[in-house]
């Protein structure tokens, strides 16, 4: 009886772990292919805030009116490890 009660939670416990991976390979997957609803609020807004070129140009492209600004805000440690 345990031996069968083991193996129960066993393939509950999986079916649980597959799930999961499911929904992050779902969410993963809608992420990739995302980027409209970014997209939309740089074309509706009037102002933003960046640190890099890259940050500038990819703006820029979406939303050539938007008024830049340069924020160099440090970054934590781990970000230059």
Known sequence: ???MQNEIYT???NIESNM???NNNRRFSTNLTGG???KEIIR???HITGRTA???EGTGQVNPKAEYYLMNE???GSFYE
């Open 11 to 13: 393939f509950i416990k």
């Open 1 to 3: 009886m345990e031996n």
């Open 54 to 56: 890259f940050d500038r």
């Open 74 to 76: 440090t970054m934590r």
């Open 36 to 38: 409209e609803n970014e």
């Open 20 to 22: 999961i991976e499911i």
């Open 44 to 46: 509706l807004t009037g």
